[in-house]
């Protein structure tokens, strides 16, 4: 069973960091690109960083470039997400996805197809 299982949120105040990781298990993932989305509570989910299957090649929302880094380890077959200079308005379950479609970096939500199950950030003013 392919699986995607997200780590590492929680209550942070502003201005702090937090690195979330995504394991994925059942298949390697070294030639799909791997994402993360957002959702805010009463918002639909949203983009927030994608990488190539070899993560050479990345691609970020406007709203965390700069402060947000996507990497992976294909040896671990685990995607992370570093996140500095956090805001309220980034509070939201955090998302990992993986696309069995496409190998270089996605950034439509239509274009993943195996999700986690999410992990809470909560950023604190």
């Known amino acids: 069973q392919v699986q995607l299982v997200e780590s590492g949120g929680g209550l942070v105040q502003a201005g702090g960091s937090l690195k979330l990781s995504c394991a994925a298990s059942g298949r390697t993932f070294i030639h799909n690109a791997m994402g993360w989305f957002r959702q805010a509570p009463g918002k639909e989910r949203e983009f927030v960083a994608g990488?190539?299957?070899?993560?050479?090649?990345?691609v970020y929302a406007d709203y965390v470039k700069g402060r947000f880094t996507i990497s992976r380890d294909n040896d671990k077959n685990t995607e992370y997400l570093q996140m500095n200079s956090l805001k309220p308005t980034d509070t939201a379950v955090y998302y990992c996805?993986?696309?069995?479609?496409?190998?270089?970096?996605?950034?439509?939500?239509?274009?993943?197809?195996?999700w986690g199950q999410g992990t809470q950030v909560t950023v604190s003013s």
């Open positions: 990488a190539s299957g070899s993560g050479a090649t990345t």
């Open positions: 996805a993986a696309s069995t479609y496409y190998f270089s970096a996605r950034e439509r939500l239509s274009d993943y197809d195996i």
